[in-house]
Every structure is written in structure tokens, then in C-alpha cells.
């Protein structure tokens, strides 16, 4: 990526995708920011350089259209799409016994078919600029943790949709790339199963555990310069892709160790 490629990425008003938009504008980069908190966005565009530099869009990812039209905002305003993030994502926590279906479409409408709009309609101008496109996805897509089916599923959907783009948009010389990180400082953890943010909520992850947003948002950049097919970040992340890779027996042992230790109530299993 060189000096005012354009950078289109969704869920940029908080956590990674906020501190991603900042990283990038500070490599050269304008920026397309869209996010469904327009607030967030508009002071963040002012910051990263205003008018000629970025560009705040209000984008629901599940919502039919609103990528198509986030689309055409952006090269209206830049001519040109080099690279894009599908990023916007939250959790649905709970064991299956506590979950409904609906809790599990509602993730999946977010994280799968969110990145999957994301992708549908920045395919062409990807396509003009030999440009690439990343999706963050997560270790959970190796890594399946009791209590959290919902998101571990909606990561491995991703996971598996970028492996296929990789190669699909190969021919159009379009590059694909997985992210996928462990603990992240962010507002993850701060949002509830139905998507509405807990200010005041404790964050269950020690804090010594999380890498910040913007150390996780210099090896994204990285890895999208570097057009690599993933990118897993963080050191836990790392050791533990590798033992669902190397010792998956053992893996599985550690997570039923956990599930145990969560001690769930009767009959949520
Ligand atoms: N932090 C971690 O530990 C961690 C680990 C692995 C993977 N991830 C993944 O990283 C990505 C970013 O998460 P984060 O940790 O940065 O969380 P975050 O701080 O809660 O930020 C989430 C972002 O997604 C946006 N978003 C959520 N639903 C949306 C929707 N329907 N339409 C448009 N935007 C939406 C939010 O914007 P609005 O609410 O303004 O729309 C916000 O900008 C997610 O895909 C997450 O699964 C995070």
C-alpha cells in the first residue's frame, strides 16, 4: 500500500477498526470510516485529516444495501478503493443450553453476513485496483472455547470465506487476508449477546492478557502491506493456533479443563 491509497473499513468507530483507521492514515492513507455511531466517526474523520483525507460513513453491516451504498459515498468522494477491512464484529456469549436460535442468527447476521456484504460489494473496485481485502476474524476459529459456540462458529465461517477468496479472487489479482486475533483491548467484551454496549461492565480478561488496539492494529497494517494470507496476533494467539495445528488432543484436554472449571449451573452442560 503507498501514499493515498484508499482504505475502506467497516466497525471503525471503536477498538481495533478505530485504532486500524489511525495507523493506516498515519502510513498515508485516506480513509473511509464506517460504523453505525456517526458521532464516533465524524470526530475521528476531523482528526485523520478531514474532507480530502477521510471520510465518515453511517453503515449498518446488517442491514441489505447499506455496503453498496457506503461503496459508491467512498469512490465518490476518493475514485478508488486499494484496500478494505471488514472488521465491524461482536459477541454472543453462553453455552448452547442458555442460547436460543434466534441469539446465534443475530451473531451470524453481524460477523458472517456482514463480512460477506462487505465482500460482495467491494469485490469490482478491489478487482480495478488489484487492491486487497482483510477480514478480522479471530483465534476462535481455531480455537473452539466452551461457552462462546455462537462467536467460535461465526469465526470459523469467516475463516473459511477468506480461505476461498484467497483463491477465487487470486485470478483478479485481489489479495486476501485473515486476520485473526487473541485478546485485544477494546469494547468487546463490554457488549452484551444482543449487541447493546455495557458502559460500566468489567471486562472478564485480565489486562495483562490484552494487547492494545494500537500495537494489534501495527501488525495489521503490516500484514496488509505484506498482502499475507493470515495474520494471527498476539502472543497467546500464536501458541495457541500452533497447538490446535500440533497437539490438537491436547488442546481439546485444556478445553475441557476450562469448561469444568466455569463449573456450569445443572443442565446448561
Ligand atoms: N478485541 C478482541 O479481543 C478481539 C479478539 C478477536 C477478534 N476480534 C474481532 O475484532 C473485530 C473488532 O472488534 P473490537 O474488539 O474492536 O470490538 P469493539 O471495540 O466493540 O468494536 C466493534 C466495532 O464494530 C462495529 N459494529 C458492531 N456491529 C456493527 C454493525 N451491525 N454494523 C456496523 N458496525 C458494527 C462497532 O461500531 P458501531 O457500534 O458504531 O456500529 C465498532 O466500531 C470484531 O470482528 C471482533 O470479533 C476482537
Known amino acids: 500500500m503507498k501514499r493515498d491509497d ?16 489511525v495507523e493506516l492514515s498515519s502510513r498515508g492513507l485516506r480513509t473511509a470510516l464506517l460504523a453505525r455511531r456517526t458521532d464516533r466517526t ?17 453503515c449498518d453491516v446488517t442491514v441489505e444495501g447499506a455496503l453498496d451504498e457506503a461503496v459508491a459515498l467512498t469512490l465518490q468522494r476518493f475514485g478508488r478503493i486499494d484496500a478494505v477491512v471488514a472488521n465491524a464484529g461482536f459477541g454472543v456469549d453462553g453455552a448452547l443450553a442458555r442460547l436460543s436460535l434466534d441469539d446465534y442468527r ?34 476462535s476459529a481455531y480455537v473452539s472455547a466452551p ?11 469467516v475463516r473459511s470465506l477468506c480461505e476461498t477468496l484467497n483463491a477465487e479472487w487470486a485470478p483478479a489479482g485481489v489479495a486476501v487476508v485473515h486476520i485473526a486475533p487473541g485478546f485485544v483491548s477494546s469494547e468487546i467484551r463490554k457488549v452484551d449477546r444482543k449487541g447493546q454496549l455495557r458502559e460500566g461492565a468489567k471486562d472478564p ?65
Open 147 to 157: 461457552g462462546a459456540s455462537a462467536y467460535n462458529m461465526s469465526k470459523g465461517a
Open 106 to 139: 443475530r451473531q451470524f447476521e453481524t460477523n458472517v453476513f456482514g463480512v460477506l456484504r462487505t465482500a460482495m460489494a467491494t469485490r469490482a473496485p478491489l478487482a480495478a485496483t488489484r487492491g486487497v481485502f482483510a477480514a478480522v476474524g479471530s483465534v
Open 205 to 269: 480478561v485480565p489486562g495483562w492478557l490484552q494487547l492494545s488496539a494500537e500495537a494489534a492494529a501495527r501488525e495489521i497494517a503490516d500484514a496488509l502491506s505484506a498482502r499475507r494470507a493470515e495474520a494471527v496476533i498476539t502472543g497467546h494467539g500464536k501458541a495457541l493456533v500452533w497447538l490446535s495445528r500440533r497437539a490438537p488432543a491436547v488442546l481439546r484436554q485444556l478445553l475441557k479443563l476450562m469448561a469444568r472449571q466455569a463449573r456450569p449451573s445443572k443442565g446448561e452442560g
Open 42 to 58: 465524524e470526530r475521528l474523520a476531523a482528526r485523520l485529516g478531514g474532507d480530502a483525507r477521510s471520510l465518515a460513513i453511517a
Open 6 to 21: 484508499v482504505v475502506l473499513i467497516t466497525g471503525a468507530s471503536a477498538g481495533i477498526g478505530e485504532a486500524l483507521a
